[in-house]
């Protein structure tokens, strides 16, 4: 998804999420982008709840991958990509501008206001791996790009990602506030890695009978960045995990004012 977007009278909103499994839910609060007498506003409050969801996986494989993808391009750029079971991924972006407002009237102590709120909380779900095999690459992306650009690539199961930004510029405002609250809470979870025997053919069988123990798979998890982000520009936020339940979040809130206001107050 490309998006250009100019700082201009209007306000400009941008959400974008994707839940990953049915069984997990993610409620958004309003991500809110506009104006009124205070000034201009960027809010986002974004929450991901895991909770009481079971997986068991035998010699599974998951793979998430992007491979030279993404290169070149500008603006507000949001991509999530999961394997698995019961991932949540979301990127959420809010902006705001309101340089002309002040020919309507508003006041010159009007405030510029970025705020985000993010909650991630995961609670009771077990996970059972046997010989399963979990990778998340980034190979060769996201290269000389500029803006905004939110990555979540997660291979595995109960994984929550999150990528928010919020941006308030107002001209004329006096007062500037950024605040960004993130809360993540994990509790009782259960994660058991074991390593099952493999599919045995005859000779294994009859090397078992003398004593003989068939191979194992052990579990497998890797995240690789490679060749990626270079030459970009701006923000960028990545998150990449493989196995079960890790919990990653990037939050930018951006909060402009003017700095020669206090020049055109009345003497």
């Not at 986002?44 to 079971?54: A, G, K």
């Not at 074991?194 to 003989?212: Q, V």
């Not at 930018?252 to 003497?267: M, Y």
């Amino acid at each position: 998804m490309n998006l250009y977007p100019r700082l201009a009278p209007l306000s400009l909103a941008l959400t974008s999420l994707l839940s990953a499994s049915a069984f997990a839910t993610e409620t958004q609060g309003p991500s809110q982008a506009g104006t009124d007498m205070l000034g201009t506003r960027a809010i986002v409050n974004d929450s991901q709840t895991l909770r009481s969801n079971e997986v068991h996986n035998g010699q599974t494989y998951n793979d998430a991958s992007v491979v030279n993808s993404i290169n070149g391009i500008a603006g507000s750029n949001t991509v999530n990509v999961a394997a698995g079971d019961t991932n949540q991924q979301a990127s959420a972006g809010a902006l705001a501008s309101a340089d002309a407002l002040f020919v309507l009237g508003i006041p010159l102590n009007a405030v510029a206001l970025a705020d985000i709120t993010v909650e991630q909380r995961a609670s009771s779900n077990p996970l059972h791996n046997y010989g399963v095999e979990n990778t998340a690459n980034l190979l060769g992306s996201s290269n000389s790009s500029t803006g905004n650009t939110a990555l979540n690539l997660v291979s595995g199961n109960f994984n929550q990602q999150k990528n928010d930004y919020a941006v308030a510029y107002s001209q004329k405002a006096l007062s500037v506030t950024a605040k960004v609250k993130v809360v993540q809470s994990a509790s009782n979870n259960h994660t058991h890695n074991a390593m099952p025997m493999t599919e045995t053919d005859n000779s294994d069988l009859t090397a078992s009978a003398s004593g003989y123990q068939p191979r194992l798979m052990p579990t497998y998890n890797s995240a690789v960045m490679l060749d990626s982000l270079n030459n970009t520009a701006g923000s960028v936020g990545v998150n990449i995990a493989a196995g079960g339940g890790n919990q990653q979040s990037n939050a930018l809130a951006i909060s402009a004012g003017c700095t020669a206001c206090l020049q055109a107050l009345p003497q």
